[in-house]
Nanobody, 121 residues
């Protein structure tokens, strides 16, 4: 069983919204809570890119391409990281993954299966 399990993807029209979830069912709270987490995405034929990261709910960062449209948050009690995606564009179509990362921005855990987001009319 993967350390991190992504869900919430789907097919949505341009301008629509989705909320992705990343759960860590096997991770104990004392490990989950200090971790920095990121949402990444990989479009067909492209590299996997970091689009949003979170240390705490008041300490977040976003790629320019999603700033103002995506919001990352975490619920430590539920060991879950969320990505609220609004005003989706066709360019947001990708498989979305989450992971924790080290101080040098290296992913900590094996990648999960991700969740597919397709933005199309």
């Amino acid at each position: 069983q993967a350390q991190l399990v992504e869900s919430g993807g789907g097919l949505v029209q341009p301008g629509g919204s989705l909320r992705l979830s990343c759960k860590a069912p096997r991770m104990i709270t004392s490990v989950f809570n200090p971790n920095q987490f990121g949402w990444y995405r990989q479009a067909p034929g492209k590299e996997r890119d970091l689009v949003a990261s979170i240390i705490t709910n008041s300490n977040t960062n976003y790629a320019d391409s999603v700033k103002g449209r995506f919001t990352i948050s975490r619920d430590n009690a539920r060991k879950t990281v969320y990505l609220q995606m609004n005003n989706l564009e066709p360019e947001d179509t990708a498989v979305y993954y989450c992971n924790a990362f080290t101080a040098t921005k290296q992913p900590k855990y094996n990648w999960g299966q991700g969740t597919q987001v397709i933005v199309s009319s």
